[in-house]
């Protein structure tokens, strides 16, 4: 029901928040979300400013006494992951999400819920039309187009914000301040070939499912140890090919570049008198992948299914081996960490989506480091991984990083607003998802930067769900700190 989330606390954040799922927003759709940021900064009297990409501003006025204190602003992205279950009919172009309160938190139905980043669009609406506590001046900042390419920080120019200090609001865990974040660049492969051999005499289709798997978010949660769908099945059919004269004839799996692939699927041809090999072969990876994955994954199924027809076609054996051996070799996870930042990772890799179809073999890797050099190290392994097979590699969307400040002031103001709350001091973290604010601190050098957020539990996904008290307590904490920076 609408009301139960309505009427949770703090209702202007929440009520706002609900607005935002019955828009849909995923990346590359804006037009009807930047409307309705618009329409609520106009209904507030305050000046609301759009610029030439499409990003939203709205400024508010200081507190009377407070007009010479530094302009803060308040930063979020306005679209959202669109990800479901296999079984959930739902068009991200069209539908609403199906959010609901289940215990401590509040969830969608078969879907990611937007909580990334439609909490922190909704904390900063909320504090805009909040005419109850004291403030300098203030602006809210509403990008678009943040989960690929992130297209409005990078469209921001110089002068658009008048801010001093930036409070970004699209971190995901409570009472923990973050102060830096990596940076990243798309690697993506392709091989094209011109000609598909025939299906051997005697062989039979069969489709495989791997499905269940957690999936989640490929920075925050990269070093969780998920597993990786592209990856377990390119495993499984190397043996398969190897041991069982398996043939390929179409793959898919992934969907986002920053979503950890939870599903993959492919086609294959095998000699019919291997058939009851196949299945067991299937049978027996099933049982290793949940005993690898024992406590970390809880729904792994593998399937096999007979098709009624049989493929006319497979991919060439040289091409369809130079591919297994490729994702079997290429670096995915975590690769190294930080030392001054124990715990945290430095440096991953995403094997986002991985597709054979048509006569093309693609894949799309999201790449992470903190450090600029071993981000285009391990950019530069998967690119002569491939290179290896034959394949064109191309590198794409490149951004900074966020270099720490540990003195930066709004840090300092943020900590004691937590302390003060809650009795709490806060960690300070880097964090190894790709935030804006490295690429808003291209075009605003100045800016003393911060990002904070409530417990957000596996974006990207369909298990995506924000924890209700959480919310309040960030929300508490951040109009504390707005009324104390000087």
Known sequence: MASEIKNLAPQPVWGYFYELTQIPRPTGQMKEVTEYIKSVGKSLNLETLEDEVGNILIRKPATPGFENRPVVTLQSHLDMVPQKNTATVHDFTKDPIDAYVEGDWVTARGTTLGADNGIGASYALAVMADNDFRHGPLEALFTIDEEVGMVGANGLKPGFSKGEILINLDSESECELFVGCAGGIDVNASLEYKEEEQTPEGDVGVKLSL?????????????????????????????????????????????????????????????????????????????????????????????????????????????????????????????????????????????????????????????????????????????????????????????????????????????????????KTPEIKVIHAGLECGIIQGAMPDMDMISVGPDIRSPHSPDEKVHIASVERTWNALKDALTHIE
Not at 318 to 328: G, M, P
Not at 362 to 369: G, I, P, T, W
């Open 211 to 423: 499905t269940g798997l957690r999936g989640g978010h490929s920075g925050m949660e990269i070093d969780l140890g998920r597993a990786n769908a592209n990856k377990l099945m390119f495993r499984f059919l190397k043996d398969a090919v190897e041991n069982n004269g398996a043939r390929l004839v179409e793959f898919e799996g992934g969907s986002l570049r920053n979503a950890i692939p939870r599903e993959a699927f492919a086609t294959i041809t095998i000699p019919e008198n291997e058939a009851d090999m196949l299945w067991e072969l299937v049978s027996d990876y099933q049982d290793i992948f949940i005993k690898e994955y024992e406590n970390i994954e809880d729904g792994i199924k593998f399937e096999a299914e007979r098709l009624e027809h049989v493929p006319s076609h497979v991919v060439p054996e040289e091409i369809q081996d130079s591919i297994i051996n490729a994702i079997e070799a290429c670096p995915n996870g975590v690769i190294s960490m930080l030392t001054s930042f124990p715990g945290t990772v430095e440096s991953s890799s995403n094997m986002a989506r991985v597709t054979v179809k048509d006569k093309k073999f693609e894949a799309v890797f999201l790449v992470r480091s903190s450090s600029e050099s071993r981000k285009m190290y391990l950019a530069s392994m998967i690119e002569s991984t491939f290179n290896l097979a034959g394949a064109v590699v191309e590198f794409d969307a490149p951004y900074n990083g966020w270099e720490p400040n540990i003195n930066s002031p709004i840090m300092k103001y943020m900590k004691e607003a937590y302390e003060r709350c809650y009795g």
